[in-house]
């Protein structure tokens, strides 16, 4: 009781004011939970922050559908149509040399002359021989004449006389008589076809003394002047290098073997020399060869280009850089070469540790989705060789792979076919990451 009574003195001691307020009146619990509130939305908003920054930013570039062009490199060296070395097969001195470099010649247009005193002189005693032969024919046509006569009259005798005259041993010597003088006349005419022989070839060999050009066309070299000895073994020796009409001329190119089956006879080109390096020729296939060059392990297959050459502007001997053109594709879907090797960071790391949301560890592993499962293997080989590829689309600011078939490529561009590629898609090409903290 004693403590009822000391309550109300206490109170009246004190005053009104002294009474405690109750906690939702007081300053501090409300000033501390105001202090909590800011840090945790500050805290949200640095990891948002946080989380924003390490956001993947892609690189995209649309699909687009037009013409593409595809064409083949390859060096070469230009050639005539048609060169032919010319020499000599007889010995003797030059006498005299009648063309130079440059020169346009003419078929049948005499080029050198060699002495001709020596197969001259050959040439006369062969058709003096022939002469004598021929005499000789005359000769034995004469005693034949007479050899049957004379057995003409024998025989006549005979009969006259009923075998009586002449003896048999006459008649027998006046035929073998006629036979001789027969076997003779086959022994001259065949004397006179060899001396006709050996004067066609003695003429011949005079003739070639006079070496003339086998086809029109314009000197390259010459490796002769008067009074230089020529020694024809075997081989003949070459005076000079013709080539044909240079207004046509080819070009042969070296094409790898990665790049032969694109080209076709009938393909146009075109090409530049270092001359006129302004310039472009125009050209045509006309020749892949079937057989191939090897020249430190790598394989070339020779192609030949047409070439017209009206203003005489390119040289045999130059060398070219040739583009050829293959058929191009017309309105084909097409994608950067950089879209097919591209895969997601996201679908090349490990996926380790993901929690039953599928994704990794961290903020990146929220916001990345995991490749779906069915495109994981054609992602590893997007880069590959064969003709189904992975394309990442950009949807809904997340990577979304697609597969599609590749075809033709020049290189930059990619001709694509697939369900759900069209024009104006983005691709992406290219990721990078989010600010650094």
């Given at each position: 009781?004693?403590?009822?009574?000391?309550?109300?003195?206490?109170?009246?001691?004190?005053?009104?004011?002294?009474?405690?307020?109750?906690?939702?009146?007081?300053?501090?619990?409300?000033?501390?939970?105001?202090?909590?509130?800011?840090?945790?939305?500050?805290?949200?908003?640095?990891?948002?922050?946080?989380?924003?920054?390490?956001?993947?930013?892609?690189?995209?570039?649309?699909?687009?559908?037009?013409?593409?062009?595809?064409?083949?490199?390859?060096?070469?060296?230009?050639?005539?149509?048609?060169?032919?070395?010319?020499?000599?097969?007889?010995?003797?001195?030059?006498?005299?040399?009648?063309?130079?470099?440059?020169?346009?010649?003419?078929?049948?247009?005499?080029?050198?002359?060699?002495?001709?005193?020596?197969?001259?002189?050959?040439?006369?005693?062969?058709?003096?021989?022939?002469?004598?032969?021929?005499?000789?024919?005359?000769?034995?046509?004469?005693?034949?004449?007479?050899?049957?006569?004379?057995?003409?009259?024998?025989?006549?005798?005979?009969?006259?006389?009923?075998?009586?005259?002449?003896?048999?041993?006459?008649?027998?010597?006046?035929?073998?008589?006629?036979?001789?003088?027969?076997?003779?006349?086959?022994?001259?005419?065949?004397?006179?076809?060899?001396?006709?022989?050996?004067?066609?070839?003695?003429?011949?060999?005079?003739?070639?003394?006079?070496?003339?050009?086998?086809?029109?066309?314009?000197?390259?070299?010459?490796?002769?002047?008067?009074?230089?000895?020529?020694?024809?073994?075997?081989?003949?020796?070459?005076?000079?290098?013709?080539?044909?009409?240079?207004?046509?001329?080819?070009?042969?190119?070296?094409?790898?073997?990665?790049?032969?089956?694109?080209?076709?006879?009938?393909?146009?080109?075109?090409?530049?020399?270092?001359?006129?390096?302004?310039?472009?020729?125009?050209?045509?296939?006309?020749?892949?060869?079937?057989?191939?060059?090897?020249?430190?392990?790598?394989?070339?297959?020779?192609?030949?280009?047409?070439?017209?050459?009206?203003?005489?502007?390119?040289?045999?001997?130059?060398?070219?850089?040739?583009t050829i053109h293959s058929d191009p594709r017309?309105?084909?879907?097409?994608?950067?070469?950089?879209?097919?090797?591209?895969?997601?960071?996201?679908?090349?790391?490990?996926?380790?540790?993901?929690?039953?949301?599928?994704?990794?560890?961290?903020?990146?592993?929220?916001?990345?989705?995991?490749?779906?499962?069915?495109?994981?293997?054609?992602?590893?080989?997007?880069?590959?060789?064969?003709?189904?590829?992975?394309?990442?689309?950009?949807?809904?600011g997340r990577p979304t792979a697609v597969a599609?078939?590749?075809?033709?490529?020049?290189?930059?561009?990619?001709?694509?076919?697939?369900?759900?590629?069209?024009?104006?898609?983005?691709?992406?090409?290219?990721?990078?990451?989010?600010?650094?903290?």
């Amino acid at each position: 009781m004693k403590s009822k009574d000391t309550a109300p003195e206490l109170e009246a001691l004190l005053g009104p004011d002294a009474k405690p307020r109750a906690w939702w009146r007081r300053k501090t619990p409300w000033f501390t939970a105001a202090l909590l509130a800011a840090a945790v939305a500050g805290g949200m908003a640095y990891r948002a922050r946080q989380a924003q920054d390490a956001a993947p930013v892609y690189v995209t570039e649309p699909v687009t559908q037009g013409d593409l062009n595809l064409s083949v490199s390859a060096n070469g060296t230009l050639q005539p149509t048609r060169t032919v070395n010319i020499g000599s097969e007889m010995s003797g001195t030059v006498a005299r040399v009648l063309v130079d470099v440059n020169d346009q010649v003419k078929k049948g247009q005499v080029l050198v002359e060699l002495d001709q005193t020596r197969l001259a002189g050959q040439l006369e005693r062969s058709r003096a021989t022939l002469a004598s032969n021929r005499a000789k024919v005359t000769q034995v046509e004469a005693t034949l004449k007479e050899a049957q006569a004379q057995l003409g009259r024998f025989e006549e005798v005979a009969r006259l006389s009923g075998g009586k005259v002449p003896s048999q041993s006459e008649l027998d010597t006046a035929r073998a008589t006629v036979q001789r003088a027969q076997a003779d006349l086959l022994a001259a005419r065949a004397a006179v076809t060899d001396a006709q022989a050996q004067v066609l070839i003695d003429e011949t060999n005079l003739a070639k003394t006079s070496i003339r050009a086998p086809i029109d066309g314009v000197i390259l070299t010459r490796s002769v002047d008067p009074g230089n000895a020529v020694a024809a073994s075997l081989q003949a020796v070459t005076l000079f290098t013709l080539a044909e009409n240079l207004q046509h001329m080819r070009l042969q190119v070296n094409v790898d073997e990665a790049d032969v089956g694109s080209l076709q006879v009938g393909q146009k080109a075109d090409f530049s020399v270092s001359a006129w390096p302004q310039r472009r020729y125009p050209a045509t296939v006309t020749r892949v060869a079937y057989g191939s060059t090897t020249t430190d392990n790598v394989v070339t297959y020779p192609t030949l280009l047409e070439v017209e050459n009206e203003d005489l502007s390119l040289r045999p001997g130059m060398t070219a850089t040739a583009t050829i053109h293959s058929d191009p594709r017309r309105n084909v879907l097409l994608v950067p070469n950089q879209a097919l090797r591209f895969t997601p960071a996201s679908a090349a790391a490990p996926q380790d540790g993901a929690g039953p949301g599928g994704g990794g560890g961290g903020v990146a592993g929220v916001l990345m989705p995991r490749m779906p499962r069915g495109a994981r293997k054609q992602a590893g080989d997007a880069t590959g060789g064969g003709g189904t590829k992975t394309l990442w689309l950009l949807q809904d600011g997340r990577p979304t792979a697609v597969a599609v078939s590749t075809g033709a490529s020049d290189g930059r561009r990619t001709e694509v076919r697939g369900e759900g590629i069209r024009a104006g898609l983005p691709v992406i090409v290219d990721q990078r990451s989010g600010k650094p903290r």
